[in-house]
Structure formats: structure tokens, C-alpha cells
């Protein structure tokens, strides 16, 4: 047997050899293309190599690559980026703080929660998916993931999801409540609106600090920019990743300038990063920004749902979750789910499962998936879903 020096982690890999990919489409290396139902995970929300951010990239690398840890220089890009940024967010969400990645803007999230209230103690969710660090992996709600990782980090307790007696845990101990809008490995389960009031108004009482993870909801793919936004409730806390970078690695922790600043001293240097806010990344993110926005994509996300919506009608589909194009298609079986995603894959359709939700199956194209994109993927899933 041999063993290829790249980790694997993935029980079984979907092993495409990727060559090329444009718009929804993956190209392998016998030339067949497939429909990317999942833009990798969450990821590509303008589709792939769009040419604004290939540009960007091409002109930033044209220039400089790494020049500096976080910080420390004037990088114009990492400027611009986080102007644009902010610009679309709310007055009291003006201070960016750019990783690499959602783990690590996690990670950033928490600890300034922490230096900020002064207190230890942090309330997650059940099937929450916060990402891989220790930290990140502590407030995820899952303990099978957690196995033979211990210990975590001490003080988490994981409430139940949209379960408004759990609010009542929430305590002038409780440096902060991190969580989905709408949680995407569970299955995407979307918060209620009564509920995340709920728990705004209880962490206002208590001086908590709320923490929105929206590295999946965010940037267009639920309707609008960010989840948050049709539920008029605000974060103290706002963390982003994944689509961010338009497929560059680039995450964000995002809060007030005063909560912010507790970690410029008593440390100094509180957070630092050598690769934080790459300028490559911000190329892509600012371009990527900027095309989400003059393109006008988000004001068709809802319409498309409906499109999903209206094509996958099926005796074996039990129900269908989520908001725009964050959708899970419950099988309810695992073995059935599974064999429908090689179907889909043999029929050149890319879904894949959730983390803790391998009974469904995961909708979450570019955005700029078409009409009849939509009715191709969703004939090549029916006819999965009748054969298998
Ligand atoms: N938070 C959420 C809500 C996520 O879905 C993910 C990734 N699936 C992460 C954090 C972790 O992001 P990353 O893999 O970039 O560390």
C-alpha cells in the first residue's frame, strides 16, 4: 500500500482531481465537469476564478506578497479591505481584526471577550460548529468530534439550540454566548427570531458579550450581507470567514473600537498574527466585496431558494431547511444519503453532508448558480434520490 504524505482526515474523501473550475463548474482531470452544490464549504459565493478577483489577486502579487506580521505596516489592500467592510456594517461593529481562517477568528473572538468582561466563563450551543483549535473545538456542541482531545478549555456549557429556558444560565459570570445565526453543520437549523432577542436582551442585562459566528451565513449567501441583518439584532461580536476572502483564506473578528482595544495593552500585543489580513487575501476580499455588491446577487438568493424549493419534490425528500442558498435536503437516513451523494457525483452534481447531520444533504452553491444550473443540479439529485 502506499501512502500519500499529505494528511488525510476525511474517512473518505471525494478524490476528484480538480484542474480547473469556473463559475459553479469543477473540471477534472479527464476533462468532465460538475455542478458545485457546496462552493467549498461556503466558500466561492461569486462562483470560481471570478475575473474581478483574479485581477486583484494578479495586480496585489504584482506588487508584494507578505511584507509584515499583522499591523505593523500600511498595507493598502488590508486598509481598503476593512474600510469596505466596515462601511457595511453597523456603528458599534467599526474594529477588524483579519485572521486566516474561522478557527482562528474564533479563537481572537473569545479571548477578547474574556480580556474585556474579565470573566471566564463562555456559553456555546449543542451541534454548534465553531472549527478545529482547541479553543474553537471547546465551544463546538459536539462531544464525539472532542474525543481523546481533552481537556478543552474549562468554564463551556452548551446550551440547547432555540430552547428559551437555556437563556436563563446566561449570568454576570459569563464573559459570552457565541453562536450561528443559523447553524450550518447541524443541519442548518436557523435561530428563531424570539430567541436571539432573547438572548441579546439577557446578554445586555448581564454584560455579556454576544458573538455571531457567521463564517457560513455570511456575505449574501442567507439574502442579505450578513444573517444577522433581517433579524435587527446586533452582535458585540461578529466573527466571518470562509467567502470572505472571495477563495482566498481570510477570516475577521469584528467588534467596537473600545471592546477592540483591550488587547493593544496590559499585554500589548494581545492577538498577533504573521499572516492575519495577507495582502493577497484582502485583494480577493476587496474585489470580491465590491462585485457582491454592484452585481447585485444577494436580491436574487431568495428567488433561487424558491427554484431549489420548487424542483426537489420528492416522496423521499423529508423536508428541506434553511434560508436562500444555505439549504439542507433531509433523506433521514445515512447509508440513503450516502449513496445518493455518489450518485449525484457519478451524475455531475458536487453535494456532500453536514458534520453532525449525515442525513442530509448540503445545497450551498455560488450564488451566481442560473436558472437552468439550478434545474440541471436539481434533475441530477431527483434521479440520484429515484435510484438509489
Ligand atoms: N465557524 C463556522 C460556523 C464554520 O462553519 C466553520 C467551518 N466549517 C468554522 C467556524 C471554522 O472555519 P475554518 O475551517 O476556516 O477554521
Known amino acids: 500500500m502506499t501512502h500519500s504524505p499529505l494528511a488525510a482526515t476525511s474517512p473518505k474523501p471525494i478524490g476528484l482531481d480538480i484542474r480547473e473550475a469556473n463559475g459553479v463548474y469543477l473540471t477534472d482531470a479527464s476533462g468532465r465537469s460538475y455542478i458545485d452544490l457546496i462552493s467549498g464549504i461556503a466558500v466561492s459565493n461569486l462562483g470560481h476564478r471570478h475575473p474581478a478577483i483574479t485581477e486583484a489577486i494578479r495586480s496585489q502579487a504584482g506588487d508584494y506578497l507578505h ?14 479591505f476593512a474600510q469596505q467592510l466596515a462601511s457595511h456594517l453597523p456603528p458599534t461593529l467599526q474594529c477588524i481584526y483579519p485572521t486566516n481562517s474561522g478557527s482562528e477568528a474564533v479563537e481572537g473572538a473569545l479571548k477578547l471577550a474574556k480580556k474585556y468582561t474579565g470573566r471566564t466563563s ?22 464525539q468530534l472532542k474525543q481523546g482531545y481533552g481537556p478543552l478549555l474549562p468554564e463551556v456549557h452548551h446550551l440547547v439550540f432555540n430552547e428559551p429556558l437555556s437563556i ?28 436571539l432577542q432573547a438572548l441579546r436582551n439577557r446578554c445586555t442585562e448581564t454584560g455579556t458579550l454576544l458573538i455571531f459566528d457567521e463564517s457560513q451565513t455570511a456575505m449574501g449567501r442567507t439574502g442579505t450581507l450578513f444573517a444577522f441583518e433581517p433579524y435587527n439584532i446586533i452582535p458585540d461580536i461578529l466573527v466571518l470567514s470562509k467567502a470572505l476572502g472571495g477563495g482566498m483564506p481570510l477570516g475577521a473578528f469584528i467588534a467596537s473600537h473600545e471592546i477592540m482595544n483591550v488587547l493593544s495593552h496590559n499585554p500589548a500585543l494581545g492577538h498577533i498574527s504573521t499572516f492575519g489580513g495577507h495582502p493577497l487575501s484582502c485583494a480577493a ?24 424549493r420548487a424542483y426537489l419534490q420528492h ?45 442530509a444533504i448540503r445545497i450551498a452553491p455560488p450564488l451566481v448558480i442560473t436558472e437552468n444550473e439550478i434545474r440541471k443540479a436539481c434533475d441530477v439529485l431527483l434521479q440520484a434520490i429515484e435510484t438509489s
Open 67 to 80: 511584507a509584515m506580521v499583522y499591523g505593523e505596516y500600511v498595507l493598502k489592500n488590508q486598509t481598503a
Open 315 to 359: 416522496s423521499k425528500i423529508r423536508e428541506i431547511r434553511g434560508k436562500g442558498l444555505m439549504l439542507a435536503v433531509e433523506l433521514g437516513d445515512t447509508s440513503f444519503r450516502e449513496r445518493v451523494c455518489d450518485a449525484a457525483i457519478a451524475g455531475g452534481v458536487i453535494t456532500d453532508w453536514f458534520l453532525f447531520c449525515d442525513t
Open 122 to 143: 463562555i456559553l456555546a450551543f449543542q451541534n454548534a460548529y465553531h472549527g478545529s483549535t482547541h479553543g474553537a473545538l471547546s465551544v463546538t456542541g459536539n462531544d
Open 285 to 308: 476580499g476587496l474585489a470580491h466585496l465590491n462585485a457582491l455588491m454592484t452585481e447585485n446577487l444577494m436580491q436574487a438568493v431568495e428567488q433561487k431558494e424558491q427554484l431549489f
Open 168 to 195: 436563563q444560565l446566561i449570568n454576570r459570570q459569563t464573559a459570552a454566548v457565541i453562536i450561528e445565526v443559523i447553524q450550518g453543520e447541524a443541519g442548518v437549523v436557523t435561530a428563531e427570531p424570539d430567541f
